[in-house]
């Protein structure tokens, strides 16, 4: 069986209504590092030397995230590419703009919906997002039976779950719809979800499965989820 424990970094900067940066630059806070060391703690207790990879996405956030459990466990970081967080503001929309602004320009975004809409060269559209996560779930169909450790983001964590529910990002009501489910579902920082994967040559076929198993109720430090 393959276990694989998908994390939501700790609070950012962008969390906490900091100022605007390209999205892969965006930095932890100062308790975004204390929920990283916390995380890692949990993570060590809960799987003590039964890790058989750790991989983070390519923006900062998720690395730092990730660097208290690699120095606890003498462990390095594999970056997957496509683990990176859903980018659907363009960086020249979202400078220097405060947090109010492009808090309104993110709603605006979602009342487009139109799943192949992209704002800009450096942006992504939603059926892009999709196909995205699509792909790395079938690369965690290569890795080796035991327990994967990975640090990723929220809206990636929703959109994985959207999948695994048969949802589709055919259509405006597609959009609509993931936006209305990502917001009631998504993960706080520093939670944990277990995705559950079929042994790789037990020859068994069953659908992948996901359960919550860390929880950070009321921890409220994404402030654009409030």
């Not at 690395?63 to 960086?91: C, D, H, K, W």
């Not at 220097?96 to 192949?116: C, I, K, N, Q, V």
């Not at 999948?163 to 920082?189: C, H, M, T, W, Y």
């Not at 277990?194 to 402030?223: E, F, M, W």
Request: charged content about 15%; glycine content about 6%; proline content about 4%.
């Amino acid at each position: 069986m393959r276990k694989i424990y998908l994390i939501r970094h700790g609070q950012s900067t962008a969390n906490a209504g900091g100022e605007a940066q390209p999205n892969s630059q965006i930095p932890l806070t100062q308790l975004g590092h204390k929920q990283a060391h916390s995380v890692a703690q949990w993570v060590q207790h809960t799987l003590g030397d039964h890790i058989e990879s750790i991989s983070v996405s390519s923006f900062l956030r998720t690395q730092q995230t990730a660097q208290p459990l690699l120095e606890r466990v003498a462990m390095s970081a594999q970056i997957i590419e496509g683990l990176q967080e859903f980018n659907y503001l363009s960086f020249s929309c979202i400078e220097g703009r405060d947090f109010a602004t492009r808090l309104a320009l993110m709603d605006e975004y979602w009342a487009s919906a139109h799943p192949e809409y992209s704002q800009g060269a450096d942006a992504e559209s939603f059926a892009q997002f999709y196909q995205r996560v699509a792909k790395v779930l079938n690369d965690f169909e290569q890795f080796e039976d035991g327990n994967h450790v990975v640090y990723t983001h929220g809206f990636w964590i929703s959109m994985l779950i959207w999948q695994l529910l048969g949802q589709s990002a055919q259509s405006d009501r597609d959009v609509v719809k993931f936006r209305q489910f990502e917001q009631s579902i998504r993960a706080q920082n520093g939670e944990v979800f277990c995705l559950t994967l079929p042994a790789k040559h037990s020859g068994q076929s069953y659908p992948p499965s996901i359960t919550k198993v860390r929880s950070c109720p009321n921890q409220n430090s994404d402030l654009s989820a409030q």
